[in-house]
C-alpha cells in the first residue's frame, strides 16, 4: 500500500466536528488539489465557496434537508459549476473528490452534502450571492471528526467484473 491509497481507504464520512478552526493554510491546499482535478476540455467550470462563519454556516445547513450538521462544521465549501459547460457535473465532482482527499491527507473529516439537482441549490447559491450562471453542485462540511464511525464496505467480488458481466 502507498500513501495515497492509504488516505483514500482511511476516509470515511465525517458529521461531528471537534470545535477546532481548520487552518487557513490546510483550507487553500485543498482548493488547490481541487483546482488540479481533471475537467472536459480543461473548461475548469468551478467556483469554490469557504464558508467560516458561523451565522452562514448555519443559515446554509437550514436551507437543506440532509445537511443539518453543516451548523456545526468550522468550514463549508461550496463548489458551484458553470451551468453552460456540458460536463459541469462530472468536473466539479472530480474538484470535490480532490478536496475530500486533500482534507483526509491532514486528518480534517468531510461529508459530501448532495447539492445539484437538490431544491435547495438555488436557495444556496442566492444566499451565498454566487452569479447565477453557477449551480450548485455539493456542498462540503469539514474539520476534525469528534467521533470516528467506520461503516463496513463491501467486498471487491461484490462490486466488480472483468471484461464482461456474467450471472452466477
Known amino acids: 500500500m502507498n500513501v495515497g491509497t492509504t488516505i483514500i481507504k482511511c476516509r470515511h464520512s ?7 478552526p481548520v487552518e487557513d493554510t490546510i483550507i487553500r491546499d485543498a482548493i488547490e ?22 451565522g452562514m454556516l448555519e443559515k446554509v445547513a437550514g436551507l437543506t434537508d440532509h445537511g443539518r450538521f453543516i451548523a456545526d462544521a468550522p468550514v463549508c465549501f461550496a463548489v458551484f ?15 470535490t ?4 482527499i486533500a482534507l483526509q491527507s491532514y486528518g480534517v473529516g468531510s461529508c ?16 451565498l450571492r ?19 464511525a467506520l461503516q463496513k464496505k463491501k467486498e471487491q467480488d461484490e462490486i466488480v467484473f472483468f471484461d464482461q458481466y456474467k450471472e452466477d
Open 14 to 20: 465525517v458529521r461531528s466536528y471537534k470545535p477546532v
Open 130 to 148: 454566487v452569479p447565477d450562471h453557477y449551480t450548485l453542485v455539493s456542498l462540503l462540511p469539514a474539520g476534525y471528526p469528534a467521533d470516528i
Open 33 to 54: 488539489c481541487a483546482r488540479f482535478a481533471p475537467t472536459a476540455m480543461n473548461l475548469q467550470p468551478w467556483l469554490i465557496g469557504v464558508i467560516r462563519e458561523r
Open 97 to 100: 473528490e480532490n478536496l475530500i
Open 112 to 127: 459530501w452534502v448532495a447539492g445539484d439537482k437538490k431544491e435547495y441549490a438555488e436557495p444556496v447559491r442566492r444566499l
Open 81 to 95: 459549476g458553470e451551468r453552460k459547460a456540458k460536463y459541469y457535473l462530472e468536473d466539479c465532482c472530480a474538484a
